[in-house]
């Protein structure tokens, strides 16, 4: 344990369990842009029966998904509603703008990741000759940049209300939907039900190596799969991805609940102990966020870093620390004494 190093920097570096590497092996394939690929197929329908869709597709990763998702609710011009910490706005490289002609118009997350819904209502275009139209409204559960936040069913519901009231359609990367089931304790359908379309991510804490699903009505599939064609997103024997994500489904959803309890576990350990600033109370899901004092935040990563913790730098004075697959009780007390003396050497 003493030279182990303990990367906390996300969910997403999560090696494939066994299970998955021997379905790997052995799955069933053919080419999945014709549709011929059984396995890819099979996890399609498993998805969208979990999320309580219509149909779903498989897509190489969740800023893929959410892509195909924005260019097939929003024609050119359009504008998207989202949160101004949301990982869309941030983390995808501006894609929808680039490749989409989309507008990202920001409303105030609340540190829980929640929008507004009056903030929201605001937002939504007249139908004036000088504005862009609205054409989409995102949500993100569990919440990437606020710590992990779960949005409950009404916290979805009293945004989607408001969108539905406009006619304008509702998107939720789910990329930890999941987690947020899991740390309700409800099935993940219902958190799912008032979005006209989820990504939810393979690749994070179920552990796959790649892979994301986006569903929706299958009016709305037929069309996105059209759009992941056309950003290179066909691909052929993708039943090599899709059955260790049969594999995830089926065996690695309820474990999450074990990395909600180690972020918990860590967060207490470390909480009121300068010059990190934290909440433990604020741990939902599987991430903990940290606030540095009184040193630079990129300076207390690298001392964690050289103590063999890996942390991510999310800006500011914040780190961030993802528990994960891989990563037991045993590792988060030992990543917790090390934080604590390179703490104690850094207040
Ligand atoms: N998040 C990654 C990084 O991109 C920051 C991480 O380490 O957390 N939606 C949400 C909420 C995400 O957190 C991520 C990945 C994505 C979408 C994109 O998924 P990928 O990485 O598969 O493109």
Request: net charge negative; with cysteine; proline share 4%.
């Amino acid at each position: 344990m003493a030279n182990k190093i303990i990367d906390l920097r996300s969910d997403t570096v999560t090696l494939p369990t066994p299970a998955m590497r021997q379905a790997i092996a052995e799955a069933e394939l053919g080419d999945d842009v014709w549709r011929e690929d059984p396995t890819v197929n099979r996890l399609e329908a498993v998805a969208a029966g979990k999320l309580g869709k219509e149909a779903a597709l498989l897509t190489a990763s969740g800023t893929m998904s959410n892509l195909v998702a924005l260019l097939t609710h929003c024609q050119r011009g359009a504008e998207v509603l989202l949160g101004d910490e949301a990982h869309i706005f941030h983390y995808e490289v501006a894609g929808a703008a680039a490749l989409g002609g989309l507008g990202l118009r920001t409303i105030s997350n609340d540190s829980r990741g929640r929008l507004h819904p009056k903030d929201v209502e605001e937002a939504i275009r007249l139908p004036d000759i000088h504005h862009p139209r609205t054409g989409l409204v995102c949500l993100e559960n569990t919440h990437n940049r606020c710590g992990g936040a779960v949005l409950s069913e009404a916290d979805t519901e009293a945004v989607a209300q408001v969108a539905r009231r406009w006619g304008i359609p509702v998107h939720l990367d789910g990329a930890r939907i999941f987690n947020a089931a899991v740390a309700l304790g409800v099935p993940v359908a219902n958190l799912a039900c008032q979005a006209d379309s989820v990504a939810f991510s393979l690749c994070k804490g179920l552990a796959c190596p790649v892979g994301s699903l986006l569903c929706g009505s299958s009016e709305f599939i037929g069309r996105a799969r059209k759009y992941r064609k056309m950003v290179g997103g066909g691909m052929r024997q993708a039943g090599i991805i899709a059955a260790a994500g049969l594999v995830a489904l089926d065996t690695m959803v309820d474990r999450l609940q074990e990395d909600h309890d180690n972020a918990k576990l860590l967060a207490e350990g470390l909480a009121g102990l300068p010059p990190l600033r934290l909440d433990p109370a604020s741990v939902q899901s599987n991430m903990v966020n940290l606030e540095v004092e009184g040193i630079p935040a990129i300076e207390f990563q690298g001392r964690l870093g050289q103590a063999g913790v890996l942390a991510t730098y999310m800006g500011g004075q914040r780190l961030r620390l993802v528990t994960h697959y891989g990563i037991e009780r045993a590792d988060i007390e030992e990543a917790a004494q090390r934080i604590r003396a390179v703490a104690s050497v850094s207040g």
